[in-house]
Each structure stands twice: as structure tokens, then as C-alpha cells.
């Protein structure tokens, strides 16, 4: 499926119901999408995509959020947003992209893999120390997050 990506503007709605999917805390994302780079994924009108970057360390950035609507999964819009990701960053002089995500997301693991990211750590516990529900997939309680990156 073509998808076009465009940056978000003041105009647009901001698309919570994606940016929950990947992200079930809305106090998380309203504190980084402010200080984000975000982008819509668009096929024709409708928006079924986002992605949002952000910068970390000095000549680092993270993709803290990367979301394709459900009816839109598995036609390849999450690897042409993160070849977005990958050429943004690099326009902005930026030598490491990171991801983080859940060590029970298997899907996402062999993106992220798939797409060249190498797995450079794990950062225990962390969805047990900031998220106030216990979050749950494929039937095992979530904690860890497993630290991904890809060198530019
Ligand atoms: N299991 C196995 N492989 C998967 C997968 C899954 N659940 N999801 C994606 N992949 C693989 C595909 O097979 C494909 O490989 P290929 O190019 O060799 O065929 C590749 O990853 C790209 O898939 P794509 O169609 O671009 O992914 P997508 O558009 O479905 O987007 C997500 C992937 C993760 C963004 C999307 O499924 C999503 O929004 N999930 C819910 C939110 C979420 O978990 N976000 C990530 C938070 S860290």
C-alpha cells in the first residue's frame, strides 16, 4: 500500500487514537509530543499512520512513537515510516536512532530488526515504573523494555 508521509501542522487534529495504540499512557505522549517531530502517514485522505522523533542526547534521536491503524497493518506503511524516521534523522546530522520497545512485542522486535535496528540493551522494569496499570500481552505481564539502535 502507497502511503504518503507528511509532517503534522497546527491544523490537523492530533491523532490520539494512534498514538495510544502505541503508546497506552496519554500522559506520556502528551509530555513528548510537544518537544516531537511528528509525522501522518496518508493514504488519500485518510490519515493511518504516525510517527514521532524525538531528540534525545546530542547526535541521538528516538522514535518514541510509531503507530499504523489497525485495518493497515502488514502493508508495509510501518517500514516506510521508519525509513522516514531514518532520513529525517539523518537530514538533522543525527549519527544514532534508538528505539524501545516492549520485550513481548515480537512483531515489533523483528521490524525493527528487519530494518537494520541491533538490539543494545534492556531497560528493566521500565513499563512496571512508569505506567500505573499493569500492561498485558500475548497472556504474560509486560516490564522490560528492550533497547534497540541503528548507527547513520
Ligand atoms: N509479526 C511478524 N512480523 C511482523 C509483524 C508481526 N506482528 N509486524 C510487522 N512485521 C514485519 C512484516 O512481516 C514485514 O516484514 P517484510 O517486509 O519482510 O514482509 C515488516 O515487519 C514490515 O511490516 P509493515 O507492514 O511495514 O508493518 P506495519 O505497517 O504493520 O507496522 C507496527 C508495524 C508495529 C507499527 C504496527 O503493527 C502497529 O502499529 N502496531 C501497534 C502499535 C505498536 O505496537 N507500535 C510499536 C510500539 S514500539
Do not use: W
Not at 38 to 45: F, I, S, T
Amino acid at each position: 500500500m502507497e502511503a504518503t508521509i507528511r509532517s503534522l501542522t497546527a491544523e490537523d487534529p492530533i491523532p490520539y487514537e494512534l498514538l495510544l495504540l502505541a503508546d497506552p499512557s496519554r500522559h506520556l505522549v502528551a509530555e513528548y509530543l510537544p518537544r516531537g517531530f511528528c509525522y501522518l502517514a496518508e493514504c488519500g485522505p485518510q490519515v493511518v499512520g504516525v510517527l514521532v522523533l524525538i531528540r534525545t542526547r546530542p547526535e541521538t534521536m528516538e522514535i518514541v512513537n510509531l503507530a499504523v491503524g489497525e485495518p493497515y497493518q502488514g502493508k508495509g506503511v510501518g517500514k516506510t515510516l521508519i525509513g522516514h524516521a531514518v532520513a529525517r534523522a539523518r537530514d538533522m546530522g543525527v549519527r544514532t536512532l534508538e528505539i524501545g520497545t516492549g520485550s513481548t512485542g515480537v512483531g515489533q522486535l523483528l521490524l525493527y530488526q528487519k530494518c537494520g535496528f541491533r538490539i543494545t540493551g534492556v531497560d528493566r522494569d521500565f513499563f512496571v515504573r512508569h505506567y500505573p496499570e499493569p500492561l498485558y500481552e500475548h497472556g504474560m505481564q509486560l516490564r522490560d523494555m528492550v533497547r534497540l539502535g541503528l548507527d547513520l
